[in-house]
């Protein structure tokens, strides 16, 4: 294995593992492999990525510097020769963590200081400039965020945000330097690693910025990031001779279908109303979860009486709804019965021969992947900008794991036709 990603969610996971397959235009990708955790043993010599999908973003900050660690020590063991820690785009976290002190930990077994981290993803409108990240045309606190339920980002100077997490000092890469060339960011980054600085914030507004950043870190050990900061990186190896570009293909999974939707975010509920237009849709009820009222056999049936039709079974609300089922019964403990409820209905329906299953939202993907215990996945064509198609290895079941945030509004169709190979 050449290159090694720790994620710390497993949508995370999904959408760098796509930025890897797919590579540069007109060049190919690697052969990437998704692992839900850390596997018990070696992996196929034919896998050049191996993505590691931990769900460590929201615990406790031990708890995601020892997984990390964990998987640090399997990707090495497996030859890994570059590793890269993704985290989310728009760089959910909190004053404590997990992003720097994971970062920082890993960069201390690596040994190195002067380490790139850039949440940057043009694609979907989230750009870096001069430290302050955006979504589109507003800063990050300005863009929804700031009412994230686990996660609020309530600063968009990430230089600043990461600077609470972290024991070292926390640098930057202006544009200005990055528009000058890969040996200009590769300077700037030496120079951080002389001031003591581990983490360095890249600034990067186009998928160019991220190309120039990617040739810089080719013989960095370690690199932080979205799925951007990847679109360089194949090539990297492939120049080399140590990777031959790998063209993607899928034959597509029939079989029934299901879509689970667990996320608050402004895109997905677009995609929930938008889907309900046409399509039998089940909300489910907080209150009558945390009472016990609410049973995975009774989501399933519903999903069995609708085989064929789409259906969809959620749990979405506006930020002040969220705000007070929190208040009323504690943010983890809604998470808690919500994530176990949609894992508990993930493994009944693959029990019961659903094989096209789409999940909406990064911490209910997590509960799911984890309760179908999949194994090795394989990456398949990209449904829209950071959701690839899924499969295992015996392409049994296939799967589209979307960030809240990610997709068009007419995704959950669209990513089941993509399932079938439409």
């Not at 191996?50 to 406790?60: E, F």
């Not at 409108?125 to 863009?143: A, C």
């Not at 894992?343 to 911490?363: M, P, T």
Request: hydrophobic fraction near 40%.
């Amino acid at each position: 294995m050449l290159l090694g990603v720790i994620a710390d969610d497993f949508t995370g996971a999904s959408d760098i593992a796509n930025t890897l397959a797919k590579g540069l235009p007109g060049q190919g990708g690697l052969h990437v492999a998704q692992f839900m955790g850390v596997p018990k043993g070696s992996v196929e010599t034919s896998v050049e990525a191996g993505v590691i999908s931990l769900k460590s973003r929201s615990i406790p900050v031990e708890e995601a510097v020892r997984q990390s660690l964990e998987a640090l020590e399997w990707l090495r063991a497996q030859g890994c020769e570059q590793i890269v820690f993704k985290y989310c785009s728009t760089f959910d976290s909190t004053p404590e963590g997990n992003i720097g002190p994971v970062g920082e930990a890993l960069a201390k077994a690596l040994g190195v200081k002067g380490v790139v981290a850039c949440p940057a993803f043009p694609t979907v409108g989230r750009t870096v400039h001069q430290g302050h990240l955006f979504v589109h045309d507003r800063l990050l606190s300005e863009s929804g965020m700031q009412n994230h339920p686990l996660t609020p980002m309530t600063d968009p100077d990430i230089r600043r945000w990461l600077s609470l997490q972290t024991q070292s000092p926390v640098g930057l890469v202006p544009a200005s330097i990055v528009r000058k060339g890969a040996d200009a960011v590769r300077q700037a980054l030496a120079e951080s690693a002389a001031r003591d600085e581990t983490l360095v914030i890249a600034d990067a507004a186009t998928d160019e910025d991220l190309v120039v950043l990617g040739t810089a870190c080719a013989d960095a050990p370690l690199i932080t990031g979205g799925s951007g900061i990847a679109i360089g990186l194949p090539a990297n190896f492939i120049r080399r001779g140590k990777a031959k570009g790998l063209k993607q293909d899928y034959p597509g999974v029939a079989g029934p279908e299901a879509i689970l939707a667990g996320s608050c975010s402004g895109a997905t509920r677009s995609q929930i109303d938008y889907h309900a237009g046409s399509h039998p849709t089940l909300p489910i009820d907080v209150d009558a979860v945390m009472a016990g009222d609410v049973s995975a056999d009774q989501l399933l049936q519903f999903i069995v009486d609708n085989k064929g039709k789409a259906p969809l079974v959620y749990s979405s609300g506006t930020p002040e709804t969220v705000a007070a089922m929190q208040q009323r019964y504690g943010r983890d403990a809604v998470a808690h019965r919500l994530d176990g409820l949609f894992a508990e209905l993930a493994k009944s329906l693959v029990d019961n021969g659903f094989r096209r299953i789409v999940v909406a939202g990064g911490e209910t993907s997590g509960a799911v992947a984890q309760a179908l215990d999949l194994g090795a996945l394989e990456i398949g064509p990209e449904i829209d900008p950071g959701v690839p198609i899924l499969t295992d290895k015996d392409r049994s079941v296939a799967l589209a794991l979307k960030s809240g945030n990610f997709g068009t509004t007419d995704f959950f169709g669209k990513a089941l036709d993509a399932l079938k190979g439409v």
